[in-house]
């Protein structure tokens, strides 16, 4: 286990569950992103997430998650859609696979012809079961995913029991960016009853009262992008989201 996969897990413990800011570098400039992270991090956020579904320039991801790293003193996590979402600026990346896309490319592909730059640039593997659900947004597009029903919740449990079987350390179920409703409650408790990962859930989390919700089924980490493209203040929003989650949060035990 890498140090951040560590420090990630131990904020879980303590806190009983954490909040992380994706950062789309194709909708920021190097003083944008620098000043929404600030302003994240001030807010409580436990680490900033670099990534978003479309192609983006390598130079610019570079900038970005450069400018990032100098601001903040939270780890910055690479959330790539392709082999073009990497810099070696980052301290670790989600080393996902796309187990419900219909393309190899999103399942296995993409990660052997990656794995060597995350290996060059030193940073640590983070490996990840991704399962796109609902709208599925740009994600569940670009990805070519098989998207499951939101009145599904066993497909998304088998899948996810596959992560967990195939030695993979993360689940994440993705709505989508800008989802109009966020993945039902009853599907993350289903998810949570039936496997030990750590359960990452993000997709049209708008409020504190969605995210204590799905924090309240089972969810480990909610992540949040758009909400913060959308927002003036971003620090007073991120805080509160945090505040919600930490209100049905309990810290987990380290046996």
């Given at each position: 286990m890498g140090k951040i996969e560590e420090h990630l897990l131990d904020k879980i413990r303590r806190d009983g569950a954490?909040?992380?800011t994706l950062i789309d570098p194709e909708e920021e400039d190097i003083k944008s992103a620098s000043k929404k992270v600030a302003e994240a991090e001030r807010g409580g956020t436990s680490a900033i997430m670099v990534g978003g579904s479309t192609a983006m320039s390598v130079s610019h991801l570079d900038d970005i998650t450069l400018a990032v790293k100098k601001t903040v003193n939270i780890?910055?996590?690479l959330?790539?859609?392709n082999v073009a979402g990497i810099s070696r600026f980052a301290?670790?990346?989600?080393?996902m696979s796309l187990l419900n896309s219909t393309n190899p490319y999103f399942i296995t592909t993409a990660q052997a012809l990656s794995a060597p730059l995350v290996k060059k640039y030193g940073l640590e593997p983070l490996p990840m079961g991704y399962i796109i659900i609902g709208e599925g947004g740009a994600a569940?597009?670009?990805g070519q995913a098989h998207l499951i029903p939101y009145h599904m919740p066993k497909i998304v449990v088998a899948y996810a029991l596959a992560a967990?079987?195939?030695g993979m350390h993360f689940i994440y179920l993705e709505a989508g960016s800008g989802a109009k409703k966020p993945v039902p409650q009853e599907m993350v408790k289903l998810v949570r009853?039936?496997?030990s990962l750590p359960l990452i859930v993000g997709g049209g989390i708008t409020n504190e009262n969605t995210a204590k919700q799905i924090v309240k089924a089972g969810a480990d980490i909610i992540v949040t992008g758009t909400l913060i493209e959308k927002v003036s203040f971003v620090e007073k929003k991120?805080?509160?989201i945090i505040e919600g989650i930490k209100s049905v949060a309990k810290p987990k035990s380290s046996n």
């Open positions: 954490i909040h992380m780890p910055i996590i959330f790539p859609s301290d670790a990346i989600w080393f569940g597009l670009i967990q079987y195939l009853e039936m496997t991120v805080s509160a």
